[in-house]
């Protein structure tokens, strides 16, 4: 099992993606699971419930595929914010943090409109707020941090790679 946590933004899905495909690995978003089960986009089972209701359901969704079978998961940005999370996370695979600072992470979503906690005034200040909330819990979840500034996708994915192949000598 390999986790990617890290910011809204910070190219968890289309790295775990990429780094599956590379792997010869399933893969799965956290979001995409939560969606199709709730029925609804995140954003409006947000606005509609709740924050908490919402991290009930992740919870669940993220105990369930830890057990599974191997597979590269991709994790919503949010996740760490649940000691629960964290423990199951780390504690049954790799944890991956890949890092953005807030200003990167504006850059490429000051237009997206899907993210609920970022459907506010000050969008920057708020990641700015959001990062120095979740940094010490991605931090303490990881097995290690890949800062993805300047990073193109293959390099991120070959960067996976080199650093799961000297945590596990003699894998293939």
Request: aromatic content about 6%.
């Given at each position: 099992m390999i986790?990617?946590?890290?910011?809204?933004g910070?190219?968890?899905?289309?790295?775990?993606r990429?780094?599956?495909h590379r792997?010869?690995?399933?893969?799965?978003?956290?979001?995409?699971?939560?969606e199709?089960r709730?029925?609804?986009?995140?954003r409006?089972?947000?606005?509609?419930?709740?924050?908490?209701?919402f991290?009930?359901?992740?919870?669940?969704?993220?105990?369930?595929?830890?057990?599974?079978?191997?597979?590269?998961?991709?994790?919503g940005?949010?996740?760490?914010?649940?000691?629960?999370?964290?423990?199951?996370?780390?504690?049954?695979?790799?944890?991956?943090?890949?890092r953005s600072s807030?200003?990167?992470?504006?850059?490429?979503?000051?237009?997206d409109?899907?993210?609920?906690?970022?459907?506010?005034?000050?969008?920057?200040?708020r990641l700015?707020e959001l990062?120095?909330?979740?940094?010490?819990?991605?931090?303490?979840?990881?097995?290690?941090v890949l800062d993805?500034?300047?990073?193109?996708?293959?390099m991120l994915?070959?960067?996976?790679?080199?650093?799961?192949?000297?945590?596990?000598?003699g894998a293939?």
């Amino acid at each position: 099992m390999i986790s990617l946590i890290g910011m809204p933004g910070s190219g968890k899905s289309t790295v775990g993606r990429s780094l599956a495909h590379r792997m010869q690995l399933p893969f799965s978003d956290s979001d995409a699971v939560i969606e199709q089960r709730l029925g609804c986009a995140i954003r409006d089972y947000f606005e509609r419930e709740g924050e908490a209701a919402f991290r009930d359901v992740e919870q669940a969704v993220i105990d369930e595929l830890t057990q599974g079978e191997p597979r590269v998961l991709a994790t919503g940005g949010g996740v760490v914010l649940r000691s629960a999370n964290r423990q199951r996370l780390r504690g049954r695979g790799t944890v991956i943090y890949l890092r953005s600072s807030a200003e990167a992470l504006y850059r490429r979503l000051r237009h997206d409109t899907k993210r609920p906690l970022l459907q506010v005034r000050d969008p920057l200040q708020r990641l700015r707020e959001l990062y120095a909330q979740r940094d010490p819990l991605y931090r303490e979840c990881a097995h290690f941090v890949l800062d993805t500034h300047g990073s193109s996708l293959s390099m991120l994915v070959g960067r996976i790679m080199m650093q799961l192949e000297l945590m596990s000598p003699g894998a293939p």
